[in-house]
């Protein structure tokens, strides 16, 4: 069974940066799509960024040109560097993985299988 670990949340004030990362252990596959989500009481989960193994990406429009999604998949690690902070990307973050995949880069959360516990980003103006 695959399993996702975040880290690097926190607190940051506006236009600030934050980097999170997110570790697969377990067993893996050749082919994959690893994604960050996040979420807000109240709202459903949202996709940010995803990137297929080949390292095709893909970006909600509102975080493109100001988060990168990368990976090393000689430690099966997916980072995602968040600059140019605002409020209103305050959230819970969640990272997913899709196996087997060989599509487009999904923002699409019903085609994920593997969730990780998720990691608070906070944002003040």
């Known amino acids: 069974q695959v399993q996702l670990q975040e880290s690097g949340g926190g607190s940051v004030q506006s236009g600030g940066s934050l980097t999170l990362s997110c570790t697969a252990s377990g067993y893996t596959y050749d082919n994959y799509c690893m994604a960050w989500f996040r979420q807000v009481p109240g709202k459903e989960r949202e996709g940010v960024a995803a990137?297929?193994?080949?390292?095709?990406?893909n970006y909600a429009s509102s975080v493109k040109g100001r988060f990168t999604i990368s990976q090393d998949n000689a430690k099966n690690t997916v980072t995602l560097q968040m600059n140019s902070l605002k409020p209103e990307d305050t959230a819970m973050y969640y990272c997913?993985?899709?196996?087997?995949?060989?599509?487009?880069?999904?923002?699409?959360?019903?085609?994920?299988?593997?969730w990780g516990q998720g990691t608070q980003v906070t944002v003040s103006s």
């Open positions: 990137i297929r193994s080949d390292g095709t990406t």
């Open positions: 997913a993985a899709l196996w087997g995949y060989i599509g487009y880069p999904s923002l699409h959360r019903y085609e994920y299988t593997d």
